[in-house]
């Protein structure tokens, strides 16, 4: 069994910043990519960025330069760093990972339980 938990989200005002934290943990042979989501009330959950095990990322164009996304492939952490925050960021992020278990031959997505982020006008 794999588990990922998110903290880190909370309520901040227009062009402040915030740092999400996802430790994944359990059964792991070895994680791919991760990445984080977010999905707004009303809204179809989208990517925001994802990075893969060697580093290579990709983001979403309405957070490109502002959020940055990393990892440390000892403590499997990911961590999103979110600058010059706005309104239309307020959604409930999550965390994901591509991982394959201990005596798996397969890898599998995993999702953690999400952590709401408000940005204030």
């Known amino acids: 069994q794999v588990q990922l938990v998110e903290s880190g989200g909370g309520l901040v005002q227009a062009g402040g910043s915030l740092r999400l934290f996802c430790v994944a943990s359990g059964s792991i042979s070895r994680i791919n990519a991760m990445g984080w989501y977010r999905q707004a009330p009303g809204n179809q959950r989208e990517l925001v960025a994802v990075i893969t095990s060697v580093g290579s990322t990709n983001y979403a164009e309405s957070v490109e330069g502002r959020f940055t996304i990393s990892r440390d492939n000892v403590k499997n952490l990911v961590i999103l760093q979110m600058n010059s925050l706005k309104p239309e960021d307020t959604a409930v992020y999550y965390c994901?990972?591509?991982?394959?278990?201990?005596?798996?031959?397969?890898?599998?997505?995993?999702w953690g339980q999400g952590t709401q982020v408000t940005v204030s006008s």
């Open positions: 994901n990972a591509n991982v394959r278990q201990i005596g798996w031959s397969f890898s599998a997505d995993y």
